[in-house]
């Protein structure tokens, strides 16, 4: 596989093609936060919270970089007065959604989000994804599904499916960025099965 040799902070990185910049940083030990990324999935660019500023031929742009590929001629900061903006921004949008959720509160703290600045709107869930996709791509179950569209959409675990699968395996509670998982599998159960009840996994 060839490689390129690309800038990232300042710092020369070399990278596989056809690997992102978020691979590409976190070779080189640089931190980018995620929301919705997986080593094992997929690359989803649902959370926006690994947005980095890119420059190619003294053109900057703003780019998600769990999916933006790497190229020779890059250069790439991952904070910037623009990018930690972007980041505060969307941290103020999902705490609106999750305001209890420890993953989100510790980012607020970092890129000094305000927490209040949306009215709330709890519905604990930010749509990252992780719960739906490690259920198809790597358990091959779907248990658990994106429902509705627009501003109604949800996840939902399918009943059906989750009494046969779910209670050995429970491994999406782990990944869930606000416990939002967990709790829609136990409504699920206590609606559809009740009676039936296994201490949560711990880890996926
Ligand atoms: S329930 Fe959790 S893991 Fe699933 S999409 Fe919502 S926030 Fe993400
Ligand atoms: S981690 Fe890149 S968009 Fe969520």
Redesign the pocket.
């Given at each position: 596989m060839s490689e390129v040799v690309m800038q990232i902070d300042g710092k020369e990185v070399k990278a596989a093609s056809g690997t992102t910049v978020l691979d590409a940083a976190r070779q080189a030990g640089i931190h980018i936060p995620t929301l919705c990324h997986h080593e094992k999935l997929e690359a989803f660019g649902g959370c926006r919270m690994c947005m980095v500023e890119v420059e190619t031929r003294g053109r900057k742009s703003y780019v998600v970089s769990c999916l933006y590929p790497v190229a020779g001629d890059l250069v790439v900061r991952t904070r910037s007065e623009r990018v930690d903006k972007i980041r505060r921004t969307l941290l103020e949008e999902l705490l609106a959604h999750a305001p209890n959720s420890p993953e989100l509160v510790e980012l607020a703290r970092e890129y000094k989000a305000d927490p209040n600045r949306f009215e709330k709107d709890p519905s604990f869930?930010?749509?990252?994804?992780?719960?739906?996709r490690y259920c198809n791509e790597v358990k091959g179950i779907n248990a658990v599904d994106f429902i509705e569209r627009g501003a109604s959409r949800e996840?939902s675990f399918i009943p059906e499916i989750a009494v046969k699968e779910c209670w050995d395996c429970q491994e999406?509670f782990a990944?869930?960025?606000?416990s939002?998982?967990q709790a829609?599998y136990f409504l699920t159960e206590a609606l559809a099965f009740p009676g039936r009840r296994k201490p949560a996994a711990t880890a996926a």
């Open positions: 869930c930010i749509l990252c994804g992780l719960c739906v996840i999406c990944l869930c960025p606000t939002y998982a829609a």
